[in-house]
């Protein structure tokens, strides 16, 4: 089992930064791909972005050259940096591991998930 803990959310005006991140302890961090996943009211789950064990990263259209995802294995964390931000990425964000080394962009190819963090941006 891997236990996730999103930190880093609140509230931002439109244009600004945040940094998500999120720690994992339990069964081993090693090998296993993580992914960064929001849902607004109303909407399904979608997908942010994805980092494999090895370090390729993959974005949504709707995030790419804005949000950056990294990892520090050392630390069993993942992050997620957010630059010019806009209401529409107003959202819970969570953090999600799955078994694999390679990432993925569907929800249910992820095992395990932290409980969420909010995100409020604000026009």
């Known amino acids: 089992q891997v236990q996730l803990v999103e930190s880093g959310g609140g509230l931002v005006q439109a244009g600004g930064s945040l940094r998500l991140s999120c720690a994992a302890s339990?069964?081993?961090?090693?090998?296993?791909?993580m992914g960064w996943f929001r849902q607004a009211p109303g909407k399904e789950r979608e997908f942010v972005a994805y980092?494999?064990?090895?370090?390729?990263?993959y974005y949504a259209d709707s995030v790419k050259g804005r949000f950056t995802i990294s990892r520090d294995n050392a630390k069993n964390t993942v992050s997620l940096q957010m630059n010019s931000l806009k209401p529409e990425d107003t959202a819970v964000y969570y953090c999600?591991?799955?078994?694999?080394?390679?990432?993925?962009?569907?929800?249910?190819?992820?095992?395990?998930w932290g409980q969420g963090t909010q995100v409020t941006v604000s026009s």
């Open positions: 999600a591991a799955r078994r694999y080394s390679s990432g993925s962009y569907y929800p249910y190819d992820y095992d395990y």
């Open positions: 339990g069964r081993t961090f090693g090998n296993k791909a």
């Open positions: 980092i494999s064990w090895t370090g390729t990263t």
